[in-house]
């Protein structure tokens, strides 16, 4: 069974700081996604990852994906107070295009 | 133009009441998802259609039963719902394109938050 577990599951930041969100999961996945969530809101697309070794870049937010390791990581780069929302992760699970959702990250940036 | 349209965006029923909650996309997407998330969860996997078939259902009691009556539009029908199916209700869609570069990015919905009474 794929799992997909994130951490930390709280993060609680000062604005201008850095920080890495980790995305450790358990089987060969085709393809990792990035979601955004803002309280009581929907769920935006971020990034979509697809090989070894993929990098996407988009502001202060970058991802990485390690087919080897199961782990894609979400790097923070001088968070600003805009940023505070939930972060998931999701990947596919097997020949459909079923997403698995990691726990989820909410991140709090304080001025 | 990457929107997904959910109605109603709020609903209030009662353990009797039937209840639909819509979903609608226009950018040709050939597979529409429902998800049930609670609060400080993750989203879970309801149904997927694919094609307009029914080709995932998680497990989800008959209370829901999911309908497509065609590409564009995904209907979630709701019968004797108990109190703790109360969540917030998503609707995606996506492509289903094969091969290795195939983004296959799901774009979801503002959600319908229901409760049920």
Known sequence: ELKVEQNPLFLSMQEGKNYTIYCNYSTTSDRLYWYRQDPGKSLESLFVLLSNGAVKQEGRLMASLDTKARLSTLHITAAVHDLSATYFCAVTGGATNKLIFGTGTLLAVQP | ?117
């Not at chain 2, 597979?31 to 259609?49: G, H, I």
């Not at chain 2, 497990?59 to 995904?74: A, D, I, K, M, T």
């Not at chain 2, 969540?87 to 289903?96: G, I, P, R």
Request: aromatic share 10%; net charge positive.
């Open chain 2, 1 to 117: 133009d990457t929107e997904v349209t959910q109605t109603p965006k709020h609903l209030v029923m009662g353990m009797t009441n039937k209840k639909s909650l819509k979903c609608e996309q226009h950018m040709g997407h050939r597979a529409m998802y429902w998800y049930k998330q609670k609060a400080k969860k993750p989203p879970e996997l309801m149904f997927v259609y694919s094609y307009e078939k029914l080709s995932i259902n998680e497990s989800v009691p008959s209370r829901f039963s999911p309908e497509c009556p065609n590409s564009s539009l995904l209907n979630l029908h709701l019968h004797a719902l108990q109190p703790e199916d109360s969540a917030l209700y998503l609707c995606a869609s996506s492509q289903l394109a094969g091969g290795l570069f195939a983004k296959n990015i799901q774009y979801f919905g503002a959600g319908t938050r229901l409760s049920v009474l």
